[in-house]
């Protein structure tokens, strides 16, 4: 008889694993920003970053530029099921300033949403 801990041991070792592709167009550069956290005894500040949710990145296929998800719904040509869309597509960074207006400086973040020419 197995023990729970090797049963959960090998049942690790069987999982597959599958990974979004890295898109190689953009690069992902997280602005910094710093905050702090207080208790009764002092604040401590944490040197962190922003992250872009995915949603709001460029997703095309590895092979060119098609695009994975347009309007609402995945190509099913290309992302049929998770497991080939994630061996299919490549995710984008983001150019936080530039086509988001994230920008960040110390402890501040600013968010100016961009459309258009604005």
Known sequence: MFRPTALVSLSALATAVYAQQVGTLQAENHPPLTWQTCTSSGCTTINGAVALDSNWRWLHTTSGYTNCYTGNAFDTSICSNGVTCAQNCALEGANY?????????????????????N
């Open 97 to 117: 300033s530039g086509t988001y207006g994230i920008t960040t400086s110390g402890n501040s973040l600013t968010l100016k949403f961009k459309t258009g020419s």
